[in-house]
């Protein structure tokens, strides 16, 4: 390859590497939106960039020290990164994994809610109510608005979800296996609750014997 592709490709690397950092910076500052969310893995893209980095000095650098230099501070930057994502999400990735997706459990015009289970540490999983709005690519996530114990745990069914709709345009009506019926109003700006609620904290869990 000529000098002159060398330093093309090393250009295109340099300004590539701050780019996909400050889109994971972006993502990760915008974590309710919901499609934003596979870009905000910022220790696995600081660590990509850093190797970017590594390889535009490679291309771009004729002399030794400050090739030498870059290598140093690319590999401080991606060794801890890497390193971080591969015990974060490979060996611990039970521990430190976020909850799961399971189903939209309600609708309306401008409205879903979307349930997820999560892991707990040293008790069983749980199971979660968001709302979200449904504004395609715009479309955002609050935080819970409510808590049940996973499908399949063996409590008493007070405690397990068993449906929800919604009642009116920032209402929606939650009930429990029992039938025990719980109404939740929202805000449609922020998408939160005045109070979430808890069936979960206080359930008889099994696992937290």
């Given at each position: ?23 994971a910076a972006v993502a990760h500052a ?142 929606v009506q939650v009930s429990a296996a ?32």
């Amino acid at each position: 390859m000529s000098k002159t592709g060398q330093r093309r490709i090393a250009i295109g690397l340099a300004v590539a590497a701050p780019l996909i950092v400050a889109v994971a910076a972006v993502a990760h500052a915008h974590q309710a939106y919901v499609y934003a969310r596979p870009a905000d893995h910022p220790y696995l893209i600081a660590g990509f960039a850093a190797v970017m980095a590594a390889v535009a000095a490679r291309l771009a650098f004729a002399r030794q020290a400050l090739r030498i230099i870059t290598y140093l501070v690319a590999g401080l930057v991606a060794l801890p990164a890497f390193g971080f994502v591969i015990v974060k999400d490979v060996m611990w990735a039970g521990m430190f994994a976020g909850p799961t997706e399971r189903d939209t459990v309600a609708t309306s015009a401008d409205f879903k809610v979307v349930a997820y289970q999560g892991h707990v540490l040293f008790r069983s999983d749980i199971l979660v109510l968001r709302v979200q709005t449904r504004a395609g690519l715009l479309s955002r996530e609050g935080d819970e608005v409510a808590c049940f114990m996973a499908p399949g745990t063996p409590v008493p069914s007070s405690w397990l979800f068993d449906q929800a709709r919604f009642t009116a345009p920032d209402q929606v009506q939650v009930s429990a296996a029992d039938g025990t019926t719980w109404w939740l109003t929202f805000d449609t700006r922020s998408l939160k609750v005045t109070e979430e609620l808890d069936r979960c904290s206080t359930a008889p869990d099994p696992a937290a014997d």
